[in-house]
């Protein structure tokens, strides 16, 4: 079974820095991209960044763009969400998911219709 642990959310203070982990287990890791989502309360989910890990390509939302970056351990088949200079709207539940993409495809926008496998959330708070 396709499994997804996220984690590494906690508390930051606005400006301040958080690293996101997404652990993959039960899947190829270079046939998947992998998602990461945010839901603040009262909002929908909404896309923030993807990664390719056949070819290591990512995509951001403009909204994290410049101050996220997505990296992967293919040993460890583990992604993660680097986010710096953070802002009190980043606060959010963030999720990974998982999405069978073959060997050839460079990341795109996610939208989470597209994804099939999601972890747990990881509470991200930032204060002003």
């Known amino acids: 079974d396709v499994q997804l642990q996220a984690s590494g959310g906690g508390l930051a203070q606005a400006g301040g820095s958080l690293r996101l982990s997404c652990a993959a287990s039960?899947?190829?890791?270079?046939?998947?991209?992998i998602g990461w989502f945010r839901q603040a309360p009262g909002k929908k989910r909404e896309g923030v960044a993807s990664f390719s890990s056949n070819d290591g390509s990512a995509a951001y939302s403009d909204s994290v763009k410049g101050r996220f970056t997505i990296s992967s351990d293919h040993a460890k088949s583990t992604v993660y969400l680097q986010m710096n200079s953070l802002k009190p709207e980043d606060s959010a539940v963030y999720y990974c998911?998982?999405?069978?993409?073959?060997?050839?495809?460079?990341?795109?926008?996610?939208?989470?219709?597209?994804?099939?496998?999601w972890g747990r959330g990881t509470l991200v708070t930032v204060s002003s």
């Open positions: 039960g899947l190829a890791f270079d046939e998947y991209a």
């Open positions: 998911a998982a999405r069978y993409v073959s060997l050839v495809w460079s990341a795109t926008m996610p939208k989470e219709y597209e994804y099939d496998y």
